[in-house]
T-cell receptor, first 113, second 111 residues
């Protein structure tokens, strides 16, 4: 039972344009959502998070949007840079992040110079 | 460096051998988590501690796996009688509230 889904295994975007990565979840008990970036042979690096009491959180070039009624969140990166090329994981948790994370399968983002 | 550290970074073992991994969390973090990641998948939860107490263990986790955090600081994950299916990246993460910060992982290969 895949409770967190990332339906796009890969995405290619021109440098300078907007990258939009999507994530859907099925468990309505999730109340905290995170995005991680992962390079090969390294652990995931935390990017940005959002609590279910908000619908948007912004940090520099990264913005996460949460649509609770649709059980959908998205990560926007603008402008996209070559260093953004990596695998991006969406994760969800209960109890506002004080429990285990449930991850999606990841989206490989490639930024084309 | 004050991030999460893991040792060793790589481990190659023969089927049937026991292996032990160590994780040192960020010093003020009271929660410590273990995850496992295989190719093409996201990290999968194994177990977690709050201070020295093990609060949850995945139902998927075989009884060959055991974890400890004896003084509420570092943690060890032991796998007994390893099988080829145990080959994976083992990730440790720590948190105080909210975001979990991950270490670089230990890559286990079982021959």
């Amino acid at each position: 039972d895949q409770q967190v889904k990332q339906n796009s295994p890969s995405l290619s975007v021109q440098e300078g344009r907007i990258s939009i990565l999507n994530c859907d979840y099925t468990n309505s008990m999730f109340d905290y959502f995170l995005w991680y970036k992962k390079y090969p042979a390294e652990g995931p690096t935390f990017l940005i998070s959002i609590s279910s009491i908000k619908d948007k959180n912004e940090d520099g070039r990264f913005t996460v949007f949460l649509n609770k009624s649709a059980k959908h969140l998205s990560l926007h990166i603008v402008p996209s840079q070559p260093g953004d090329s990596a695998v991006y994981f969406c994760a969800a948790s209960k109890n506002f992040g004080n429990e285990k994370l449930t991850f999606g399968t990841g989206t490989r983002l490639t930024i084309i110079p | 460096d004050t991030g999460v550290s893991q040792d060793p970074r790589h481990k190659i073992t023969k089927r049937g051998q026991n292996v032990t991994f160590r994780c040192d969390p960020i010093s003020e973090h009271n929660r410590l988590y273990w995850y496992r990641q295989t190719l093409g998948q996201g990290p999968e939860f194994l177990t977690y501690f709050q201070n020295e107490a093990q609060l949850e263990k995945s139902r998927l986790l075989s009884d060959r796996f055991s974890a400890e955090r004896p003084k509420g600081s570092f943690s060890t994950l032991e796998i007994q009688r390893t099988e080829q299916g145990d080959s994976a990246m083992y990730l440790c993460a720590s948190s105080f509230q909210g975001e979990q910060f991950f270490g670089p992982g230990t890559r286990l290969t079982v021959l």
